[in-house]
T-cell receptor
Framework: GIQVEQSPPDLILQEGANSTLRCNFS?????LQWFHQNPWGQLINLFY???GTKQNGRLSATTVATERYSLLYISSSQTTDSGVYFC???????????FGKGTRLHILP | GAGVSQSPSNKVTEKGKDVELRCDPI?????LYWYRQRLGQGLEFLIY????????KSGLPSDRFSAERTGESVSTLTIQRTQQEDSAVYLC????????????FGSGTRLTVV
């Protein structure tokens, strides 16, 4: 099945810093989503982005489907950005949504 | 409802007992997923329902796990003869369709097997 790899696995930053999280996938996808799992475990949908670029406030994401990767950018980090960021893809071959292992982000005050 | 609702939010059970977890998807959402997340781990796919099609059960880890869905509404995940390794958060997600739609997650059920 499709493989999803996220990097880096862990990231510690000072408040105010910018960061880039990467998601590589091994096959063509129907869709791709970025989620933020907060320290209380709740999964929040950030972007539905099978291709192209989207922005929402301090967050933006770009997916280059032909090169099989997506990037999540976080600018001017805040402590509330802490948590785990997951990339999830649905391959063209089946309808299962497969998650990467996540990037654990810790923003220091 | 306004979101995906899961119950109970927490469940502690004795090893060997059966448990049933419930998921109420967003009204009108035809696709429903169950995932498992062990402590500090990523999400592990369990089962996928899409409309009236046969469910994709390829992620169920053993025959102790089963899931049902009534039409395009409530789903229940049943774990028989629970084991300590079943301890995890069980997350349900729903979507309007099988592809090209965003997914909404419930808050999960935290299962602890003692």
């Amino acid at each position: 099945g499709i493989q999803v790899e996220q990097s880096p696995p862990d990231l510690i930053l000072q408040e105010g810093a910018n960061s880039t999280l990467r998601c590589n996938f091994s096959d063509s996808v129907n869709n791709l989503q970025w989620f933020h799992q907060n320290p209380w475990g709740q999964l929040i949908n950030l972007f539905y982005i099978p291709s192209g670029t989207k922005q929402n406030g301090r967050l933006s994401a770009t997916t280059v489907a032909t090169e099989r990767y997506s990037l999540l950018y976080i600018s001017s980090s805040q402590t509330t950005d802490s948590g785990v960021y997951f990339c999830a893809v649905e391959s063209n071959r089946d309808d299962k949504i497969i998650f990467g292992k996540g990037t654990r982000l810790h923003i220091l005050p | 409802g306004a979101g995906v609702s899961q119950s109970p939010s927490n469940k502690v059970t004795e090893k060997g007992k059966d448990v049933e977890l419930r998921c109420d998807p967003i009204s009108g959402h035809t696709a429903l997923y169950w995932y498992r997340q062990r402590l500090g781990q990523g999400l592990e796919f369990l089962i996928y329902f899409q409309g009236n099609s046969a469910p994709d059960k390829s992620g169920l880890p053993s025959d102790r796990f089963s899931a049902e869905r009534t039409g395009e509404s409530v789903s229940t995940l049943t774990i028989q003869r629970t084991q300590q390794e079943d301890s995890a958060v069980y997350l349900c997600a729903s979507s309007e369709g099988p592809a090209n739609y965003g997914y909404t997650f419930g808050s999960g059920t935290r299962l602890t097997v003692v």
